[in-house]
Each structure stands twice: as C-alpha cells, then as structure tokens.
T-cell receptor
Framework: GAVVSQHPSRVICKSGTSVKIECRSL??????MFWYRQFPKQSLMLMAT?????????EQGVEKDKFLINHASLTLSTLTVTSAHPEDSSFYIC??????????FGQGTRLTVV | GENVEQHPSTLSVQEGDSAVIKCTYS??????FPWYKQELGKRPQLIID?????GEKKDQRIAVTLNKTAKHFSLHITETQPEDSAVYFC??????????FGGGTRLMVKP
C-alpha cells in the first residue's frame, strides 16, 4: 500500500521555540494532505488542509500564524508550530489521499513542550 | 459541515463475544465510510471500508453495514480476541476528499 512518512516521531522543545514536522508521500503524489491533532484519549481533529502550490485551509479555531503549513511539492507538506507553549503538546498526524481512495497516515509526531 | 457521532465511547467484551460500534452522520453527500483501528501512540490503520452503493461488506471477522437512508453505519467484530483491543474510529468522506472522524470507541477484550 501507499506509504506516508512523518518526521520526527517525537520531539521535546522549550517553550517559545518553533518545531517543524515533515510529512512525505513516498510512492505517490499528493496534491492534498491533511494535518490532525489528537489529544490523549480523544479523536483526531482536523487542523488544516494543505494544498500543493497554494495556501492551506485552516479549520475554525486553528491559528494560521501559529501553525504554519507549507506544501512546497507534491510529496512534501510541513507543519511548523511557532512559539510553542505547553498547551501545544499533543500528537500531530498527517494524512494523504491517493486518487479518491483511502487515506494513508503518517506515523504521527508526539510533541512535548516544556 | 459534516458531523459524525460514534457510540459507545468505551466497550468491554469477553474474548469470543461480538462487538458492535455505531456511527451516525449528517451530510447526505458523504459517499465513503472507512473504519480505522488505532493502537496507543500509533497511526490509524484502515481495517474495513464501505462505499455508498452497497449495504454490507465483510472481511473475515469484521463486517460493516451501511444504512444511507438513516445515515448510520456500524462495525461488527465477531469472535473478539485480545489483540482486537484498541481505539476504533469511524469516518466519513465527502467529495473534497476530507475525512471527518467520529469520537472513537475504546474496545477492551478481556481474556
């Protein structure tokens, strides 16, 4: 099956710093990727839709200046958490869809802000 | 937008029993309904899916039923095993390739 790779899998950063998370589709081109956040024991909440070559579409309540998304190529989308705070600690996961079929998920990134 | 409700939020069954998880959705344009299994700290994995042109699909111990008129679909796991313990998410897919997830069900299978 198709593979989506996400890095890093874990990151610990200091409050006030920025963290970049990468999501790559390894064997297919993804014009659209999705970024989710998942708090402990909760569902996956869509943060934004990343569109190759254009601006991301953010869900209501998600700060676009805090969660910067760049979809520079058909195989790479990045999420940068800027000026991270402890409340940003969460599990971030990306997904990509190939030709209107199932979504393939990255491994997820567990972010801890101390 | 789409609203997906999933019940129950937790489900505990004895090994060998059946488990049923139900989801309702609001957007009648949704046309694809996947179910994902997520183990702790890992990515969701697709376990079964159904498209809007069929009412039921089965894969060994797992089955999904869809009632488009009532806008609900269900996951059925028979002969449950301890390794079935995980969190299960239903989801719906609209024309924009956007997944909307249900709240999740934590399934615990007791040996």
């Amino acid at each position: 099956g198709a593979v989506v790779s996400q890095h890093p899998s874990r990151v610990i950063c200091k409050s006030g710093t920025s963290v970049k998370i990468e999501c790559r589709s390894l064997d297919f081109q993804a014009t659209t990727m999705f970024w989710y956040r998942q708090f402990p024991k909760q569902s996956l909440m869509l943060m934004a839709t990343s569109n190759e070559g254009s601006k991301a579409t953010y869900e209501q309540g998600v700060e676009k200046d805090k969660f910067l998304i760049n979809h520079a190529s058909l195989t790479l989308s990045t999420l940068t958490v800027t000026s991270a705070h402890p409340e940003d600690s969460s599990f971030y996961i990306c997904s990509a869809t190939r030709e209107n079929t199932e979504a393939f998920f990255g491994q997820g990134t567990r972010l801890t802000v101390v | 937008g789409e609203n997906v409700e999933q019940h129950p939020s937790t489900l505990s069954v004895q090994e060998g029993d059946s488990a049923v998880i139900k989801c309702t959705y609001s957007d009648s344009a949704s046309n694809y309904f996947p179910w994902y299994k997520q183990e702790l700290g890992k990515r969701p994995q697709l376990i079964i899916d159904i498209r809007s042109n069929v009412g039921e699909k089965k894969d060994q111990r797992i089955a999904v039923t869809l009632n488009k008129t009532a806008k609900h679909f269900s996951l059925h796991i028979t002969e449950t095993q301890p390794e079935d313990s995980a969190v299960y998410f239903c989801a719906t897919y609209n024309a924009g390739n956007m997944l909307t997830f249900g709240g999740g069900t934590r399934l615990m299978v007791k040996p």
